[in-house]
């Protein structure tokens, strides 16, 4: 009892000292632990499948996963009725050995959509009446596949324009605006406690696109229609100015009662790579890390692959690529320190 008492006088005539705040996390999972978000990746499977050292990193760092192209419709239903789920479930299984969240990605996208479907459409053996039974039933067994097992579903993906105007996709044009809101009803059946998300690119900045998409979200839930979430892709350039009124734009989501998510960031730039542009890089990825935390209902920051080793960038932007955050031999660049530093909300 006595030297209880002693300590406890002690703790009490001595100055307390001084809060440093926390330490600077050692690595991904433990920023996102100190922050109280998700951080994620999208995740290659091959990659994941065939190499120890991509796979090492994706398990140590992250803490939540996208599949990159394994859960799009092409990939799950290459032919009419033959479901090929082996990819998207070797992504889930890993997952949930590594205590990582899914993100399900994607149920009602114009690309990535297989043969039969876009083809069946064009050549009018697929009419609109069945292309909206095939809609619903694809939604609903993928989702009920994994029900419980995925956080978040992007259930539209870029359904809006650059200049504000729905897209033309053959949803649109075949069933009319009312898809958007059939496939979030489906999805919420299919599994009632996945959070529901659209999600987009350049809503980061893009007026039009970003009022359209208010609209569009607040149009649905005055129809009660189950929307839970907005993604913004977040795929950046450093040749451009970096969307500096973001944090703003995602306060008027949130606004709306929707959670925030950055589901696929990354920042390419025109090669060569120079000290120069990887700080610029490591800035952009502060920034956006930094707004996310800035606003309460931003819950999960996930970037678009974590290694130049494996980034649709090259192949999609002539001369430009190193948009990740460890270069090709998974050594950290400039851009993963830079979200280490970044401190708690
Ligand atoms: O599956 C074939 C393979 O059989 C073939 O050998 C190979 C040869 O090129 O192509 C493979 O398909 C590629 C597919 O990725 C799977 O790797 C396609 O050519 C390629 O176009 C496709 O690109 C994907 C792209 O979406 C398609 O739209 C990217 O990997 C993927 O990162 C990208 O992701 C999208 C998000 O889903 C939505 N937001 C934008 C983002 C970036 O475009």
Request: with cysteine; hydrophobic share 40%.
């Amino acid at each position: 009892m006595k030297p209880l008492i002693i300590a406890l006088a002690l703790m009490l005539a001595l100055p307390a000292p001084a809060y440093a705040g926390p330490r600077q996390p050692r690595d991904l999972r433990e920023l996102a632990h100190q922050h109280g978000i998700r951080i994620g990746t999208a995740v290659d499977i091959a990659a994941l499948r065939d190499e120890a050292d991509y796979r090492k990193v994706l398990n140590h760092q992250f803490n939540h996963v996208t599949a990159e192209n394994a859960m799009k419709w092409e990939s799950v239903e290459p032919e009419r009725g033959a479901y090929t789920w082996a990819d998207a479930d070797a992504l889930v299984h890993n997952a949930h050995r590594n205590r990582q969240r899914v993100r399900g990605h994607t149920l009602v996208w114009h690309n990535q959509l297989p043969a039969w479907l876009t083809e069946g459409v064009a050549d009018g053996s697929i009419t609109p009446a069945e292309l909206k039974r095939i809609l619903r039933d694809h939604i609903t067994t993928q989702v009920r596949r994994y029900k419980g097992k995925i956080r978040a579903w992007d259930v539209v993906n870029e359904v809006v324009e650059e200049d504000g105007s729905l897209r033309q996709n053959i949803w649109l044009t075949n069933l009319g605006p009312g898809y958007i809101a059939d496939a979030f009803r489906w999805a919420h059946r299919a599994d009632p406690h996945a959070k529901l998300f659209i999600n987009d690119y350049n809503i980061e900045w893009n007026t039009p696109k970003i009022e359209t998409t208010l609209s569009l979200v607040k149009d649905l839930q005055a129809r009660g229609v189950p929307i839970h979430g907005v993604g913004f892709q977040g795929h950046l350039g450093i040749q451009y100015d970096y969307p500096g009124d973001w944090a703003n734009v995602m306060r008027r989501f949130a606004d709306l009662g929707l959670e925030i998510a950055v589901t696929e960031l990354d920042v390419r730039m025109v090669l060569p790579v120079t000290p120069e542009k990887l700080a610029t890089q490591a800035d952009y990825y502060r920034r956006a890390l930094t707004d996310c935390l800035s606003v309460e209902a931003c819950k999960e920051f996930t970037v678009w692959g974590f290694t130049d080793r494996h980034s649709w960038v090259p192949g999609w932007f002539d001369g430009e690529g190193a948009a990740c955050l460890l270069d090709e031999n998974l050594a950290p660049k400039p851009a993963y320190r830079a979200l280490l530093g970044v401190r708690a909300r």
